[in-house]
């Protein structure tokens, strides 16, 4: 293939636009567990993502980077500034980091967690939640587990994108059940990015073969020995089975996409 006709091909195309930004990066990276406003810097450089998760913890109970120390390491301008409700457990709470964030920073693109006291993803919750901030204006990025019927109440409330959970946040256990994974993409018309156990860029790779619009990462590269090593990995490995994916493989075992760290 050419490069002209590899540019061409869709890797490097827009897949999302978000208030006007339009992104061309399928890796999202977390940011929430970094101590180094100068680490933050340099995984977000070495990934190539576009964008600047940030947060607030209403209860105070979890140390964060300050803003201000960001300021001065990262040219923040350059981002697209989406915010998250990762540390909610209620959708009380949910909402009211949702409104902090928008009365704050002016953020109204939302990476939308209701999560239970498992740190598993609440999708009851998280749909009535997603209904209240679209009513509210906000854009919203909603994490679920895979099922596809509430995929689809999500994606009839009008949502940007949905994040499903590949295998426990942090887990390492990359896709165990990609047939649920990839039911909900063929399922649904919204882009869906694979989060969640996604540990190394095997895992990654393989949910970009089955069709995954993008991967959010945060624990892989928080935990790896050589942090900016395993974001660059990353990026390759999306960029690998994008084109995989478009390249259409040759027939195999589907089920082979899963497998535990």
């Known amino acids: 293939m050419s490069v002209t006709a590899l540019e061409s091909s869709g890797v490097q195309e827009p897949w999302l636009n978000l208030g006007g930004y339009e992104l061309t990066s399928r890796l999202l990276v977390g940011i929430e567990q970094?101590?180094?406003?100068?680490?933050?810097?340099?995984?977000?450089e070495a990934s190539g993502s576009q964008i600047f998760i940030t947060t607030v913890d209403p209860d105070n109970n979890r140390p964060s980077l300050l803003l201000s120390d960001l300021e001065d390491e990262l040219p923040l301008e350059r981002y697209l500034w989406i915010g998250t409700t990762s540390f909610a457990r209620s959708g009380a709470s949910a909402l009211h980091t949702a409104h902090i964030l928008r009365d704050s920073y002016g953020i109204d693109i939302l990476k939308l967690d209701v999560r239970d006291d498992g740190n598993r993803?609440?999708?009851?919750?998280?749909?009535?939640?997603?209904?209240?901030l679209r009513a509210e204006g906000y854009s919203v990025l909603p994490f679920i587990l895979p099922d596809l019927d509430d995929a689809r109440a999500l994606q009839d409330l009008g949502c940007s994108a949905l994040r499903i959970m590949a295998a426990p946040v942090a887990s390492g256990r990359g896709i165990p059940e990609p047939r649920r994974i990839r039911e909900i993409i063929d399922g649904v018309d919204l882009p869906v990015i694979v989060e969640g156990g996604l540990g190394t860029a095997r895992h990654v790779?393989?949910?970009m073969e089955m069709g995954a619009a993008g991967v959010l990462v945060?624990?892989?590269?928080?935990?790896?020995?050589?942090?900016?090593?395993?974001?660059?990995?990353?990026?390759?490995?999306?960029?690998?089975?994008r084109l995989a994916h478009l390249a259409v493989a040759m027939p195999g075992d589907e089920d082979s996409v899963g497998g535990d760290r």
């Open 34 to 44: 970094y101590t180094s406003p100068s680490l933050v810097r340099q995984v977000l």
């Open 121 to 132: 993803p609440d999708n009851k919750t998280t749909i009535e939640i997603a209904e209240v």
């Open 218 to 241: 945060n624990t892989a590269l928080v935990d790896a020995k050589e942090p900016l090593l395993m974001a660059a990995a990353m990026r390759a490995a999306v960029e690998a089975g």
């Open 205 to 207: 790779t393989l949910a």
